[in-house]
């Protein structure tokens, strides 16, 4: 049940951070003067583009990262890799560094695969599916919990920073410190999944020198793997499905705010 859990807060934490500039969208466009970074629709169409684009491709390098080091490594290395995209998203001073910063965190939403393999690989098979469809629906509810959430924090900043600077300034500190939510969040998911093991019988490491598990390895590698995955029909027909609801939900997550700020 902690790789339950685990894999559950590990993904709703990465949903989080990926669509907290969304959430701070208003704030963020706003105007240099007024505090916000001055982005036009086009940068900010184009930041939430990529990072759903990063997030796709890098789920397609997450199934061989299993398979290498194992889902909780993985997983970890994924929560790990939105720490310095949202440190980026807190410094960013234009455009630029802001759709770099939501490409990196959006890496991180990759950590649907994980979830998904980690707990297939701990429960059987006559609930297995109860089990992935339970993490994955309450982690995909971290995208729906920071709409609500992140403007309630800015608000909460606000409420700190209006005493003592002027409108724009406390709009600008306030939007910045709000990265530091989710920077926490994925700390402490991070240890979280750290305190799991690989396998219901031990670390990779451990099971590999006992001699149990033998090293993970496929004819042609990893593009091997991925040259089968995409000659198979069944696999072919998920992907489609699955692209176009997904892309449906990511559109949604991105697009959401400006309707609940009106």
Known sequence: MRVFWASTVGFCTSFF??????????????KKE???LGLSKDSASLAGNLAVTGTILMRVGAGPM???????????????????GCVMLMCAQGPALFVLGRVVVGLSLATFV?????????????????????????????GGITLLVMPQIMELFLSFTETSM??????????????LI??????????????????????????????????????????GLVKVG?????????????????????????KLVAYFNQ
């Open 17 to 30: 951070s990926v669509f907290a500039p969304a959430a701070l969208g208003p704030y963020i466009k706003m």
């Open 34 to 36: 007024e505090g916000g």
């Open 66 to 84: 299993c398979d290498k080091f194992g889902a909780r490594k993985t997983f970890m290395i994924l929560l790990s890799i939105a720490v310095p």
């Open 114 to 142: 994980t979830c998904q393999v980690w707990c297939s690989q701990f429960f059987a098979s006559d609930i297995v599916g109860t089990v992935n469809a339970t993490a994955g629906g309450w982690g995909n509810l971290g």
């Open 166 to 179: 002027s409108p724009a300034k406390s709009v600008e500190t306030s939007w910045r410190l709000c990265f």
């Open 182 to 223: 989710p920077i926490l969040l994925h700390i402490l998911a991070t240890l979280l999944v750290s305190t799991g093991k690989d396998l219901p019988d031990g670390s990779y490491t451990q099971l590999e020198n006992m001699g149990i598990k033998q090293k993970s390895s496929a004819q042609g590698g990893g593009l």
């Open 230 to 254: 995409f000659s198979n029909t069944n696999a072919l027909i998920l992907l489609i499905t699955y692209g176009y609801c997904f892309g449906v939900e990511l559109t949604m997550n991105n």
